[in-house]
């Protein structure tokens, strides 16, 4: 089993930024990809960014492409999602998740995902 928790959201302006971490334990992590996903209310959950295990592959959904950066530490266990200009659209939930899939697929829905931390809320405010 793999334990997650994220960290690092709060209130923000449009325009400012900050940096999730999701924070691994359990298992070997480089055998897991990662991904984020976030809810925002009213809306599904849907798929942020991504690294791919092995290859380190990174993949984005078109809405964050260019302002938001996925990364991870292994020496830490740890993934980041650096967020910059952030606008009230990417107010949300902010959910890391862990799984052994790897490559384009990552990017599926949520439901795919093996493991899940309990949330960070993220607000942006104008």
């Known amino acids: 089993q793999v334990q997650l928790a994220e960290s690092g959201g709060g209130l923000v302006q449009a325009g400012g930024s900050l940096r999730l971490s999701c924070a691994a334990s359990?298992?070997?992590?480089?055998?897991?990809?990662m991904g984020w996903f976030r809810q925002a209310p009213g809306k599904e959950r849907e798929f942020v960014a991504a690294?791919?295990?092995?290859?380190?592959?990174?993949y984005y959904a078109d809405s964050v492409k260019g302002r938001f950066t996925v990364s991870r530490d292994n020496a830490k266990n740890t993934m980041y999602l650096e967020m910059n200009s952030l606008s009230p659209d990417d107010t949300a939930v902010y959910y890391c998740a862990a799984d052994r899939r790897s490559g384009a697929q990552l990017q599926n829905p949520y439901y795919a995902y093996e493991y899940w931390g309990q949330g960070t809320q993220v607000t942006v405010s104008s």
């Open positions: 690294i791919s295990r092995g290859t380190g592959y990174l």
């Open positions: 359990g298992r070997t992590f480089t055998g897991y990809s």
